[in-house]
């Protein structure tokens, strides 16, 4: 064995040029795996850490809808339009909560979409605008949160102005970056105490409340999250969503007004005819009937069922005890026949939960491409040494040198080949990584949050990713020299001696 590593380090010398070209693909392939796996590694570290620490902690709680898997989004239904579902008996599910060890604390939550519209608008501005704001810029994705308890479990939120919703107080929370586009948008400055009008949209159609800014925020982390999220109190996020069981006061019908539900004659409703004279019309004004719409709801508000929430998040007390804590919650809710289900944050982020998939498969896809070209690319250079060294492969088949000794002296040189390369290029990916850390590179839209996993590009390389690197080029290596061994093994020793 040892003669033959002595050769094939002998050999890798005598043979420069060919050793640098493959020397240099595999350790480009190493510095590639390194780097890629560290971005991906740190987008999932970003998202994860944005969602626990922010959101939804370790343990998100949701019923379940034959639609699509729920997640903070919604159902991610073909159709996109299936209502979110409510945690059947509540009270139930959270006391099976409480009862659970290794739960740190818990909060209550239910999420909803809406959009900010104005009511002075006319059709003519309306249109004007969207020429230069954007509508994505007014949209909502509000949090309606249980202010008793949501605070104590995030401590994320910093507040900029006002303050943090308080149990039973209704408004809004908007980040700092919302306030700015709700102002330019709204052409007046917004600041606490101020009235926004939005309209929500869901499942059960949209509906329109008009309530007060009592706070300002930002994130202390900025990572891979929502930039559209809004606080709301939940007795609004409610109704706005559908989630009600009435109006608040009772409707009292006249005597007049109910007489045709005692008549005899069903036909005496419809015996005289009617005539419908056509008017004038001088166009509808949506706006006008949003206002409109908005006032009614306002004198009539609908009753909000306080009892209704889709999820409950809780944080465990330690992330060891994350994956048990959420299969003793399962198990439970099983046993008890309740139709929730406890997932951790990849199934609350939805979504962003997923995009890291996406990347994963779209990186594995290129590695994998990476990887057949390298192959080929080793291999030819493989084909182009084991011809060029005809002569000497016959020499030793001539003095005795069995087929395995050949096959072994060519694999302890690809071997070796492909171990030194890819620790080369695994250290080369590891000063990379350093550099892009070191330039402080900022994210500046939400593809580029998602991809460094917070605000600033910052790579993470683990032991485990190195060896990875490593172990994967030393296999490529190691099939590349196949098919060179085996034209190696098929030169006559008699034939090959007469090579020059």
């Not at 480009?28 to 991906?40: P, Q, R």
């Not at 900010?116 to 949209?139: G, H, V, Y």
């Not at 409340?209 to 996020?237: C, H, M, N, T, W």
């Amino acid at each position: 064995m040892a003669v033959i590593l002595r050769m094939a380090f002998r050999n890798i010398r005598e043979h420069k040029s060919k050793s640098l070209i493959i020397g240099i693909l595999l350790a480009l392939g190493a510095l590639i795996l390194v780097v890629g796996t560290a971005f991906i590694d740190a987008s999932q570290a970003g998202i994860r850490s944005t969602f626990s620490d922010v959101y939804t902690g370790d343990i998100f709680i949701s019923g379940i809808s034959s639609e699509g898997p729920v997640s903070l989004f919604g159902v991610s239904s073909p159709g996109g339009l299936a209502a979110t579902p409510t945690i059947p008996n509540y009270e139930k599910v959270l006391s099976i909560v409480k009862s659970t060890p290794h739960i740190a604390g818990y909060s209550s939550l239910a999420t909803g979409f809406a959009q900010l519209t104005r009511e002075d608008s006319t059709p003519q501005q309306a249109n004007a605008l969207k020429r230069t704001i954007q509508s994505q810029d007014r949209f909502l994705f509000l949090f309606g949160v249980d202010a008793a308890s949501y605070w104590n479990l995030f401590n994320q939120v910093e507040i900029v102005q006002g303050e943090r919703l308080q149990p039973g107080q209704p408004g809004l929370m908007i980040s700092e970056s919302q306030r700015q586009k709700f102002s330019d948008w709204l052409g007046k400055p917004l600041s606490i105490g101020d009235t926004l009008l939005i309209q929500g949209f869901s499942s059960a159609g949209m509906r329109l409340r008009e309530l007060p800014i009592v706070g300002i925020f930002q994130l202390k982390e900025q990572g891979a999250s929502p930039e559209q999220l809004a606080y709301i109190d939940i007795e609004s996020l409610r109704v706005m969503s559908g989630m009600t069981v009435g109006a608040n006061e009772p409707i009292q019908l006249k005597p007049e007004e109910t007489s045709m539900l005692s008549t005899d004659n069903a036909d005496s409703l419809f015996g005289e005819d009617v005539t419908v004279t056509q008017g004038s019309s001088t166009g509808i004004d949506v706006n006008a009937i949003a206002v409109q719409i908005a006032q009614e709801s306002a004198a009539k508000p609908l009753q909000a069922d306080e009892g209704a929430w889709q999820f409950i998040v809780a944080k465990a007390d330690s992330p060891r005890n994350v994956q048990r804590t959420i299969a003793a919650l399962n198990a439970s809710f099983a046993k008890e026949g309740i139709p929730v289900v406890a997932g951790d944050w990849q199934k609350a982020a939805g979504p962003y939960g997923q995009s890291i998939d996406v990347v994963r498969i779209v990186f594995a896809a290129a590695i994998i491409i990476l990887s057949i070209v390298a192959i080929i690319i080793i291999m030819n250079t493989f084909v182009i040494s084991v011809i060029e060294r005809t002569s000497e492969i016959g020499t030793m088949r001539a003095i005795g040198a069995g087929k395995g000794f050949v096959r072994g002296l060519f694999t302890a040189e690809a071997t070796a080949l492909a171990l030194v390369s890819s620790v080369v290029g695994a250290g080369l990916g590891i000063a990379v990584t350093s550099i892009l850390r070191a330039l402080h590179i900022e994210a500046t839209n939400q593809f580029f949050l998602i991809l460094f996993g917070g605000k600033y590009m910052n790579p993470i390389v683990s032991a485990g990713n190195m060896i990875t690197a490593i172990v994967v080029m030393v296999v490529v290596g190691f099939i590349a020299h196949l098919y060179p061994v085996s034209l190696a093994l098929k030169i006559q020793p008699v034939r090959a001696m007469q090579e020059e």
